[in-house]
């Protein structure tokens, strides 16, 4: 299956697992980005124990509120320097991605 644009994502399993991938028309490849998980699996377990899910503090910046958030992931753009992308379950990810490709300077191409 070949991507439809640049930076394209799509979900594949692998050996049962769904993965993320995204296409580099430059190599004509998927490149492999994640395992994909249910955001949504560490608060179900959690309120089936009566316990609240684990948070982590986001510093803050200019595109996202200080605060806790459910995710902080590390995002890596090719130049082996992790920037950190909040989120929390239940949020609007195209917002999310809007902010990140914003306050990164990357171009709303690759919001998706």
């Given at each position: 299956?070949?991507?439809?644009?640049?930076?394209?994502?799509?979900?594949?399993?692998?050996?049962?697992?769904?993965?993320?991938?995204?296409?580099?028309?430059?190599?004509?490849?998927?490149?492999?980005?994640?395992?994909?998980?249910d955001p949504n699996a560490g608060n179900q377990a959690a309120g089936n124990m009566g316990m609240a899910a684990a948070?982590?503090?986001?510093?803050?910046?200019?595109?996202?509120?200080?605060?806790?958030?459910?995710?902080?992931?590390?995002?890596?753009?090719?130049?082996?320097?992790?920037?950190?992308?909040?989120?929390?379950?239940?949020?609007?990810?195209?917002?999310?991605?809007?902010?990140?490709?914003?306050?990164?300077?990357?171009?709303?191409?690759?919001?998706?």
């Amino acid at each position: 299956m070949v991507g439809k644009t640049e930076g394209d994502i799509q979900v594949f399993k692998k050996n049962g697992t769904p993965c993320a991938y995204m296409w580099k028309s430059a190599e004509m490849k998927w490149e492999y980005v994640g395992e994909v998980v249910d955001p949504n699996a560490g608060n179900q377990a959690a309120g089936n124990m009566g316990m609240a899910a684990a948070t982590k503090h986001y510093e803050g910046d200019f595109m996202f509120a200080a605060g806790e958030y459910d995710h902080i992931f590390d995002v890596e753009l090719g130049d082996n320097v992790m920037r950190k992308l909040p989120f929390n379950n239940g949020g609007n990810a195209l917002d999310a991605a809007e902010k990140f490709c914003c306050r990164e300077g990357l171009s709303k191409a690759n919001v998706d």
